[in-house]
């Protein structure tokens, strides 16, 4: 009877410990940004179907000392791991520093940290490489443009690698002997959203601001830009309008033909990918230091791949 009491205690403990929830803190830059959210939803499904994974998520609204708060908040909850979208590249540093300290793993997603190359051990990032990125959306825009034009980019927060990466790449492609006829009349930031971009592009036909293009860091902007040219009454037909994430608005706006192109990167996938890399850090699996989504250019020659 002693036995069998023990063998049933084992049995249940082997059972419990196999079912042992992980608690995953999750800091996010912001949940109000389109391909974010997106990225999100792909996380909280892929924590649904293991089912063993518990998800503490948090709204940085874009404010570093909040997303510092929310990192210190999740090491004094004693998180088995942490999956962070730092609100800008050098704050990164800050928080992958006091993670490694307290011992807890960590995977950077989406927005990489200015020590990406440096990572300590336990740190991971999940997301795309945004030169790539940048340089697939200009080399599409020359090609339309026929390498001559005038050009605005309306860029992400300047803190993040995400947006210094992107505008690098165009600045590159433009210089390009097949590419150099274009110039860059305008450039500043929108901070990736839809409402700010519409007003920047709003100001600049406003002032008589001439352009054959505009380069977006991300769809939502590129979607601000289409809004703005619709209400001063310009046809999208002239202008070339170029975004990245290939989101749903944006590819509806492009089978309209306001959009030219875009540059998919499933946030979805994104959010899969980031907690399955946590995962296996938590538990001590090998794992790559850096984990690249694919990307792909989106036109109207293969858009209909994309729609389905």
Known sequence: MKKFALAAVFAATIAASAHAETTIGFSMQRFDDNFLAILRSGLEARAKELGNVKLLIEDAQGD??????QIDNFIASKVDGIIVIPVEADAGVTISKTVENAGIPMVFANNQPSNIDKLPAKQVFVGSDQIEAGTLEATAVCKALGGRGNAVILMGELGTLVARGRTEAVHNVFKSDECKGIKIVE??????QRTNALDLV?????????????IANNDEMALGAIQALKASGASTKNVVVAGIDAT?????AMKAGDMAVTVQQDPAVQGKDALDAIL??????PTEKKIYSNLTLVTKDNLANFLK
């Open 202 to 214: 709003t100001n600049w036909l406003t002032a008589g601001t001439q352009f054959d293009a505009v």
């Open 187 to 192: 450039e500043q930031t929108a901070g990736w």
């Open 248 to 252: 749903q608005d944006a590819l509806v």
């Open 280 to 285: 296996k850090v938590v538990k001590g699996e």
């Open 64 to 69: 570093v000392s909040k997303q510092q708060s």
